[in-house]
């Protein structure tokens, strides 16, 4: 991420007391959205906090996953099939 943009982050927080949320960790990075690493990426660089998209299977586990992803790369919506989290 560039200085740039982490020296405006640290800014807005400072100046106008603004919350910053990593939307599915820390996006436009070589970073894969949703992972434990773009979590960690967004608070590394100033972020307060992340904005999570969670679904749960057909056997009541949650689950970190962005349904318009699922769409856009396999054809079908979370809630359009029955998961268990085992075979998830």
């Not at 599915?24 to 992972?35: A, S, V, Y």
């Not at 009541?60 to 268990?84: A, H, S, T, Y």
């Amino acid at each position: 991420m560039k200085k740039a943009v982490i020296s405006k982050i640290k800014d807005l927080k400072k100046t106008k007391g603004i919350l910053i949320l990593g939307h599915r960790g820390c996006r436009k990075t070589e970073i894969q959205e949703n992972t434990i690493e773009a979590f960690e990426k967004a608070f590394d660089v100033g972020s307060d906090g992340i904005e999570i998209d969670v679904d749960s299977t057909s056997d009541n586990k949650l689950v970190v996953v962005n349904r318009w992803f699922l769409n856009k790369n396999f054809g079908f919506f979370p809630w359009e099939r029955k998961f268990d989290y085992m075979k998830f």
